[in-house]
């Protein structure tokens, strides 16, 4: 078998390796505690601010406003719970898709389950949130809007600037979830009117359990994690200072290199997509066709199921996701793949190929090849296809 081809980009992504070399020293020889006096250890605190400095920019935020946690579903979590407590005498109900990650959805439910009222919204067939139908769900207790930037499974890119400005004009707190679109398209917090970002470190190259929330200042929000000082009283413990270098590190690089990464991920995505729908018969591209994440290529294949093709990729040595990395493993459907009206048995099928800025030309048609082949052969042992193709061909 020849070397690994990962296109899993969406469920983690590797360090790399400048941002590993950054990082290394602060396990070693760097290992202070960033509250102690001496200069040994509070260089460490300049340190962290450093990477605080970098993501702030990177965003059009200002140092103060970014927290550092423990990775995206964190940031999502804190967002969420400190809003409903902190503003529930002004209002118990939040709006939020039903397209989310579960960090949002299970944090939702545990909120209903203590007297909030959500709700979800529909999307259209392509995974997009109609930002009329959200104002017309705005009721005067409304204290929350969560709409996430890009969706991790189908890659839709949400129309977050015209919801955030919903939002605003009718006095409510706006966050989204960008852990998929941080690093991959760009963000500015005060031109789309955001108040609460959450990002997460392996999805850009960082390491992974360190993530960050942005929350616009003036914002009076209670701490996530009781204790210390640190990250303004507001998530206590002694930072994961290797972890921020890390994630700071990511975020640099990302942000240099995005302009070329876009172009080169949206050139191997559109040549996987135009390649498969032309080559492979009754194949689908779920989630938009156009405001579309650029490494993100979802395909459903009719008569085949999507988990079995995963078992023969993996054998020829790639690496995808069926659906969600989440659900993979549970016989329900994936809950962003039921939302967009997907049936069943076409939602089954599905295939997630998400890239990298090491995937190649070349690698996208060894993929390509292997579904043909792959999709092909499984169909000849599928009898529902085998019946169709009779009455059909
Ligand atoms: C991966 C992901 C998360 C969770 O981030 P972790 O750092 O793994 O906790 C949340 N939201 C979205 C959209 C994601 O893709």
Known sequence: MGKLIYMDHAATTAVRPEVLDAMLPYFTEKFGNPSGVYTFASRNKDVINVARDIIAD???AKPEEIYFTGGGSESDNWALKAVAEAFQDKGKHIITT??????????????EKRGFDVTYLDVDEKGMVDPDRLESAIRPDTILISVMAANNEIGTIEPISRIGAIAHEHGILFHTDAVQAYGQIPLDVNAM??????????????????????????????????????????RA?????????????AAELAMLSMEDRMKQETDIRDHMIHRILSEIPYSRLNGHDK??????????????EGETILIM????????????ACTSGSVDPSHVL???????????????????????????????????????????????YQDFARRNM
């Open 193 to 234: 009117n955001i108040d609460m970002l959450s990002s997460s470190g392996h999805k850009l190259n960082g390491p992974k359990g360190i993530g960050f929330l942005y929350i616009r200042s003036g914002i009076k929000l209670g701490s996530f994690i009781h204790g210390g000082q640190q990250e303004r009283g507001r």
């Open 237 to 249: 413990g002694t930072e994961n200072v290797p972890g921020i270098v890390g994630v700071g590190k």
């Open 313 to 324: 990729l993996d054998m020829a040595g790639i690496c995808a996701s069926a659906g969600s």
């Open 58 to 60: 990177s965003l059009g």
């Open 291 to 304: 405001d579309r994440l650029p490494n993100n290529v979802n395909v459903s294949f009719q008569f085949v």
């Open 338 to 384: 039921t939302a967009i009206g997907l049936p069943k048995e076409i939602s089954h099928g599905a295939v997630r190929l998400t890239l990298g800025y090491e995937n190649t030309m070349d690698e996208a048609d060894a993929v390509v090849d292997n579904l043909k082949r792959i999709v092909e052969n499984l169909r000849k042992m599928s009898p529902a």
């Open 98 to 111: 039903r397209i989310e990650h579960h960090a949002i959805l299970h944090t939702c439910q545990y909120l």
